[in-house]
């Protein structure tokens, strides 16, 4: 039972601090001796930190929503980015689909995909803070960070890390480059994982004793992932997240060694 918890803990805090939660869910799991993918485990530590999404963004959330029947035409505009955001990683996940479930059964993919991230990080050192767009929100910027969302189908490579930082590239607000890149998780994990979910629940293996297991393991992500957001935000506000490279790349260069032997 400890390890759904320890988990789920690892699954909240890691999905949102730029340093990838399938990549830490892969090393945790090897760790605890759970071989090969596990499909419904995984889906429902997302499916916790995607309710920590609705929870502390459900006023953003509710006028998005709104906007469908009487609502502004800036928050009709944020839905539509986030659509057109949406849409590379839905392309490539069903074309690459077993491929990317292959690849969270190595830890060396996942050591490269740390490596990644922190050098994407580490990038943001040059980034001038001081220089913002005066244009607002563009079509363009939520393409960029859509297709940067696409890396982060593989183990290593942090969503949040990636999306947060093409956003800041692009020189958007810190504070909304961070909400549009945890929006943009609700329609990916909701399309991802909830057949799975859904699968897993089926089978028979879903009915012993470890169902306990996943909700505790579900709960504490959610737990886990509201505490990481708002860490993460004052974190952002600082223009510290190229701290976290110095966490990813020697973790990265590790994992990819302990992989050979």
């Known amino acids: 039972m400890f390890r759904y918890v320890a988990l789920g803990f690892i699954q909240g805090l890691t999905e949102f601090l730029p340093i990838s939660s399938s990549g830490h869910l892969v090393i945790f799991q090897h760790l605890f001796g759970m071989e090969g993918p596990q499909t419904l485990l995984d889906a429902l530590l997302h499916f916790g930190t995607l309710l920590s999404v609705l929870v502390l963004f459900r006023n953003k959330i509710r006028d998005i929503a709104l906007s469908l029947v009487n609502g502004s035409r800036e928050e009709r505009k944020y839905l539509l980015n986030l659509v057109l955001a949406t849409i590379p990683i839905v392309i490539v996940g069903l074309i690459a689909k077993d491929w990317i479930e292959a690849s969270f059964s190595s830890t060396r993919v996942t050591g490269i995909g740390l490596m990644i991230t922190g050098a994407v990080l580490w990038s943001l050192r040059y980034v001038n803070r001081s220089d913002k767009k005066l244009t607002g929100f563009h079509w363009k910027d939520a393409l960029a960070i859509g297709l940067a969302q696409v890396t982060a189908l593989l183990p290593g ?92 790349l020697p973790l990265g260069a590790a994992v990819v060694i302990w992989s050979l032997f």
Do not use: H, Q
């Open 157 to 248: 490579i942090s969503r949040s890390g990636v999306t947060i930082s093409t956003g800041l590239t692009r020189k958007l607000d810190p504070d909304f480059a961070a909400e549009f890149s945890f929006l943009l998780m609700v329609p990916a994990v909701l399309g991802a994982n909830v057949l799975k979910i859904s699968e897993g629940l089926l089978a028979p293996a879903s009915n012993s004793v470890g169902i306990w297991g996943y909700v505790l393991g579900t709960a504490t992500s959610a737990i886990a992932g509201m505490v990481a957001i708002k860490w993460l935000l004052a974190i952002i506000r600082k223009g510290n997240l190229t701290r976290f490279s110095y966490y990813c």
